[in-house]
C-alpha cells in the first residue's frame, strides 16, 4: 500500500470530476464520495495510523494537502454553479426582480437593559467597577449578614422564594456586598446589576422579578458628603443638569444613618403636580453609610473603615426617565409600546 500514490491519484480524480460536474446535486455527491464519512479521502486518512512512523508525516501531510485542495476546488465550483443557475433563472423569468424584499424587523435591547448600561457607564465614569453575584443566595448573605437578624421586620417587606438548605432566591443586589467585602480588602468601589425576585403580588408599581444596581464604596475616609456628591452627579448625568436632589432619613437594616434619594420632579420641576404627587419630589434610591454591623461580618474593622451604599430598581428609573405610567407595560412584549424607545 502506498499512501503517496493513493492521496495523488484520489486528487486527480476528484479535480477531474468537479471541473466537469455541471449541477449542484451532482457536485454534493462528489464532495461526499471523497470528503464524507466514508469518502475515498476520510478512508485513506484513517489508514495512516497503520503507516509506519518514519513514512507517516509526509504522508499526512499530503492527504491533508489532498483534502483541502478538493475541498477549496469544490467551493469555488459551487459558487460558479450557483451564479449560473442564478443568471439562467433570471433570463428565464423565473425570478421577479421586481418584487419587494423581505422586511426583517430587527429586535433591540429593551429599555430597562439600556437604562441600565447608562447607569453603569456613569458609574464607572466615576471609578466604580461593575461585578455580579448569583440570584439564588444563601439567606445568610441576603438577610443576616446585612443586619437583617431572623424575626426582624424588615424581612417581611422582602419576603423570598426559599430554597432548600438555607438558600433563597436574593430579595435585592445588596447580599453582593458581602460577597465583594469578603473577596478583597479595602478599598471597595464597586456597582452590582442583577435580577431580584420578592413574593410579591404585580401591580403598576411592583413585579416579582425586577433589576437593582447596587453601589459599594469603602475606605479608610468615606464621607456622607461623598454620598451626597456621587448621587447628585449621578442623578444629573441621568435626569438632567438642573435635577436638584435631597435626602430624606429612612431606615435600612445595613446603613446607618440611611435615607432615600428624591430627585426634584421631572414634570414639575418642584411646584408640585399630579406625577409628584404635590410634593415636588420623586424617590429614586435607598441609600446610607454601610453600618459597622456589616463591616464586623465581613471581617474589616468598623473603627477604621467607614463606606456607603445605595441601591436603585432600574424598572423604576426606567419608567421616570420616559414616564412611563405602569411596570408592568416594560415586560408585555408589545412591540407597540417596545418600538417607542
Ligand atoms: N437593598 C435595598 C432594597 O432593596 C436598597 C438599598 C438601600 C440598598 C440602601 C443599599 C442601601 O445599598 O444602602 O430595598
Given at each position: 500500500m502506498d499512501?503517496?500514490?493513493?492521496?495523488?491519484?484520489?486528487?486527480?480524480?476528484?479535480?477531474?470530476?468537479?471541473?466537469?460536474c455541471e449541477s449542484l446535486e451532482d457536485l454534493d455527491s462528489i464532495r461526499i464520495r471523497y470528503l464524507g464519512r466514508k469518502g475515498a479521502l476520510?478512508?485513506?486518512?484513517?489508514?495512516?495510523?497503520?503507516?509506519?512512523?518514519?513514512?507517516?508525516?509526509?504522508?499526512?501531510?499530503?492527504l491533508n494537502e489532498a483534502r483541502d485542495a478538493i475541498a477549496s476546488l469544490l467551493e469555488s465550483r459551487k459558487q460558479e454553479l450557483r451564479e449560473r443557475k442564478y443568471a439562467s433563472d433570471l433570463s428565464a423569468g423565473s425570478i421577479d426582480v421586481t418584487l419587494p424584499g423581505r422586511i426583517f424587523s430587527i429586535g433591540k435591547l429593551n429599555p430597562v437593559?439600556?437604562?441600565?448600561?447608562?447607569?453603569?457607564?456613569i458609574f464607572v465614569g466615576m471609578g466604580f467597577t461593575p461585578v455580579e453575584g448569583p440570584e439564588i443566595e444563601t439567606e445568610y448573605n441576603n438577610f443576616d449578614a446585612l443586619n437583617f437578624p431572623p424575626g426582624h421586620p424588615s424581612r417581611d417587606e422582602h419576603d423570598s422564594f426559599y430554597v432548600d438548605g438555607g438558600f433563597c432566591l436574593r430579595t435585592h443586589t445588596s447580599p453582593a456586598q458581602i460577597r465583594v467585602m469578603k473577596s478583597q480588602p479595602p478599598p471597595?468601589?464597586?456597582?452590582?446589576?442583577?435580577?431580584?425576585?420578592?413574593?410579591?403580588?404585580?401591580?403598576?408599581?411592583?413585579?416579582?422579578?425586577?433589576y437593582q444596581i447596587e453601589g459599594l464604596y469603602v475606605d479608610y475616609d468615606v464621607s456622607l458628603a461623598h454620598l451626597k456628591g456621587t448621587l447628585?452627579?449621578?442623578?444629573?448625568?441621568?435626569?438632567?443638569?438642573?435635577?436638584r436632589v435631597r435626602f430624606r432619613p429612612h431606615y435600612f437594616p445595613f446603613t446607618e444613618p440611611s435615607a432615600e434619594l428624591d430627585i426634584s420632579c421631572l414634570v414639575c420641576g418642584g411646584k408640585g403636580c399630579r406625577l409628584c404627587k404635590r410634593t415636588g419630589w420623586l424617590e429614586v434610591l435607598g441609600a446610607g453609610m454601610v453600618h459597622p454591623n456589616v463591616f464586623r461580618q465581613v471581617g474589616y474593622d468598623e473603627r477604621k473603615v467607614t463606606g456607603f451604599a445605595f441601591g436603585m430598581g432600574v424598572e423604576r428609573l426606567t419608567m421616570l426617565k420616559h414616564g412611563i405610567g405602569d411596570i408592568r407595560l416594560l415586560y408585555e412584549n408589545d412591540s407597540r409600546f417596545l418600538k417607542q424607545f
Open positions: 499512501l503517496h500514490d493513493d492521496a495523488a491519484g484520489a486528487k486527480e480524480h476528484a479535480c477531474a470530476e468537479i471541473a466537469s476520510t478512508l485513506l486518512l484513517r489508514k495512516l495510523g497503520q503507516v509506519d512512523p518514519e513514512a507517516r508525516k509526509s504522508a499526512g501531510k499530503l437593559l439600556r437604562v441600565m448600561d447608562e447607569i453603569l457607564q471597595v468601589r464597586v456597582v452590582v446589576p442583577g435580577l431580584c425576585h420578592r413574593r410579591d403580588t404585580p401591580d403598576a408599581s411592583h413585579l416579582m422579578s425586577f447628585a452627579a449621578f442623578a444629573r448625568e441621568v435626569f438632567g443638569e438642573e435635577t
